[in-house]
């Protein structure tokens, strides 16, 4: 089985296996939820497998079910794009970003870009790519 490379995990503060800079290899019991982050949306099936829910779970630590129910959420994992161009593909953003496992936090229309400010990180996440 092969490591997965993650861009951003949120972890419980405690030594990491193996640190460099920004580079760690964390214990699965350490990760809480990780972030896929992406400038643009260049890529939508490796993005969107990125985001499944199996390969979430595989690399973060299974809470119990008490904590789960208290956080709103069975899985954690976000997609981040950090620009949308208007000829980029839609692939399945829009059922990631409505089911709350993705948002858009510039959208460019041509020569516009419409910026969010109702991004957050929770369930029912609405993102500034909505209409």
Known sequence: MSLPQIDTIAWVPCPAVFEVGEFALVPRSNSL???????????????????????????TELLEEEMRNGLGADI???????????????????ELRNSGRAVVLVRSEGRQKR?????????????????
């Open 115 to 131: 910026t969010s400010g109702e991004g957050h990180l929770s369930p029912g996440l609405h993102d500034g790519d909505h209409n």
């Open 76 to 94: 954690f994992g976000l997609g981040v794009i950090c620009l949308r161009q208007a000829n980029q593909g839609p692939g399945n953003l829009e």
């Open 33 to 59: 939820g990780v972030l896929e982050v992406k400038s643009f949306y260049y890529d939508p099936p490796k993005f969107e497998a990125a985001l499944e829910p199996g390969r979430i779970r595989s690399v």
